[in-house]
């Protein structure tokens, strides 16, 4: 059932260059615990796998470098979460997205930038790191372009990126020390959980005055991770108390939301469920950067 | 590296490749076709059908070796990436004739049933007490929480490792045949 042929390359300009002389006909494999599943149920076709692993010696790594923090495409979830840089609070967010991620197995080959780039809903690191605004940079042999990550999906598994082109990098500036998140999402169980709902939340607090809140679900409506953008203005500038909490959540984000019915849970549960989560995450977020 | 950059000419889908890697200490060299997964490669080529494919998609952990010092599911990684790679079955978990540690906790606890998923199982404890040999009890839930078991033995898997901690820590880490219960 498994017929294709692989490309080993020297480093990330062979791939490209590959990825140019192959057109469409290649595919960039990462961790493969997506696509491999997907070719095995028949919903991808490719002649060619175009093997990333050997490029990990320079796409894999976690720093804070200059006022950015930068994550290269092929590190693996284990490595983010076991990174320095996540023992910090204000990372904590990332740190719930990489524990709850999958299953031991599947954190060790799964990789940040295919998470980004697959552009599901059920991308916990892709959700995380849209609150912390990032950005995603594409490598092609004719340059570098940097998209900020809310722009960088179109539909379900279609992002702007282009067959040539390769993830290398996801990044976005180093927050400050009175900022943290939080990644939450619910699962009948715990292992393999994917999520009915799955929200990140990233807030800089002054005083429990919001001086910047981003929310992010796996879907808003449309089929990927999106940012609820009318809920975080209905909390910029105003204080986290319980009572603008419950405006936000039961005023504002039943009114920018819509979501699916399907086999899994009812699209009202899944409103309601992001009502709960999101409350319990604003609040867990207040606790985190208060220190507690 | 004479597979770098090979196929920029061809579309041979049944080209062989020369891989080179060390299973259970042993430095094998295996040809094996680009398409092919280690799964395939350690059950069909190499004989160590401790390996045991479940769902071949990577939800079951039935499949899982440590390679590197990675626990990885062998149905979701090409055969190709195991070259010039460290791998562990559960065939060179102990030495021949011995029992290691967490095979002998998981007898003790009567945690066998039909078995299936104790090569993924077993695979899974060792990495986990490699890292931590002292894990609380929330630890291994949430590591195993991937190895599905459909005799539903998880909470003697749990007590298992417990064990299996407490006979490596009082430095007993191989057992014989004789010391183990039958």
């Known amino acids: ?292 | 590296m004479s597979k770098v950059g090979v196929s920029h000419a061809s579309w041979d889908t049944y080209r062989d490749i020369e891989i080179s890697f060390k299973v259970n200490g042993k430095e094998v060299k295996v040809k094996v076709k680009p398409y092919e997964r280690l799964i395939d490669v350690l059950r069909n080529k190499l004989g160590l059908v401790s390996v045991k494919g479940g769902c071949g998609r990577g939800e079951c952990g039935a499949c899982v070796v440590i390679m590197n010092g990675k626990l990885i599911p062998t149905c979701l990684t090409l055969a190709v990436r195991a070259d010039g790679s460290e791998v562990l079955t559960l065939e060179g978990i102990a030495p021949e004739g011995k029992l290691h540690a967490i095979q002998k906790a998981l007898l003790d606890t009567y945690a066998m049933q039909c078995g299936f998923c104790f090569p993924g199982v077993i695979m899974t404890s060792k990495y986990l007490l490699d890292k931590n040999p002292n894990p609380s009890e929330d630890e291994i839930k949430e590591v195993l929480d991937g190895n599905l078991c459909r005799c539903g033995s998880y909470l003697r898997f749990v007590k298992a490792v417990k064990l299996a901690s407490k006979y490596i820590n009082e430095g007993k880490i191989f057992f014989d045949e004789s010391e183990v219960m039958r």
């Not at chain 1, 990825?19 to 290649?26: D, K």
């Not at chain 1, 320095?84 to 990372?91: I, Y």
């Not at chain 1, 599947?106 to 990032?134: E, F, K, M, Q």
């Not at chain 1, 292992?191 to 009915?196: A, D, E, P």
């Open chain 1, 1 to 292: 059932m498994f017929r294709f042929d692989v490309y080993i390359p020297r480093d990330l300009r062979d791939a490209l260059e590959a990825l140019r002389i192959y057109g469409e006909e290649m595919l960039p494999i990462g961790g493969g615990t997506d696509l491999l599943v997907l070719y095995r149920q028949g919903l991808v076709k490719f002649k060619t796998l175009l093997d990333l692993w050997p490029l990990r010696s320079n796409l894999s790594y976690v720093k804070l470098e200059g006022g950015l923090v930068r994550l290269g495409a092929l590190t693996t979830v284990e490595e983010l979460e076991s990174s320095e840089l996540l023992k910090d609070k204000r990372f904590a967010g990332l740190k719930d997205a990489c524990r709850t991620f999958a299953t031991t197995f599947i954190r060790s080959l799964a990789t940040v930038g295919g998470n980004v780039g697959v552009a599901h809903p059920l991308s916990d690191i892709a959700i995380t790191l849209l609150t912390y605004d990032a950005s995603v940079r594409l490598r092609s042999l004719d340059g570098e372009r940097v998209i900020p990550l809310k722009n960088f999906y179109l539909d379900k598994r279609k992002t702007v990126k282009k067959p040539e082109e390769l993830i290398t990098e996801v990044f976005f500036s180093e927050p400050p020390n009175n900022a943290s998140s939080v990644f939450a999402k619910l699962d009948r169980r715990v292992g393999h959980g994917m999520g009915y709902v799955a929200v990140g939340v990233y807030a800089e607090l002054d005083n429990r005055l919001v001086k910047e809140v981003r929310i992010a679900f796996d879907s808003i409506g449309r089929p990927f991770p999106e940012r609820a953008l009318r809920t975080e203005d209905s909390l910029r500038g105003k204080e986290l108390s319980e009572d603008n909490i419950n405006r936000a959540i039961y005023e504002v984000l039943p009114k920018e939301m819509s979501r699916i019915n399907d086999y899994r849970a009812s699209a009202e549960y899944r409103i309601y469920l992001s009502q709960v989560l999101l409350k319990r995450a604003l609040l867990e977020v207040g606790r985190r950067i208060g220190g507690e």
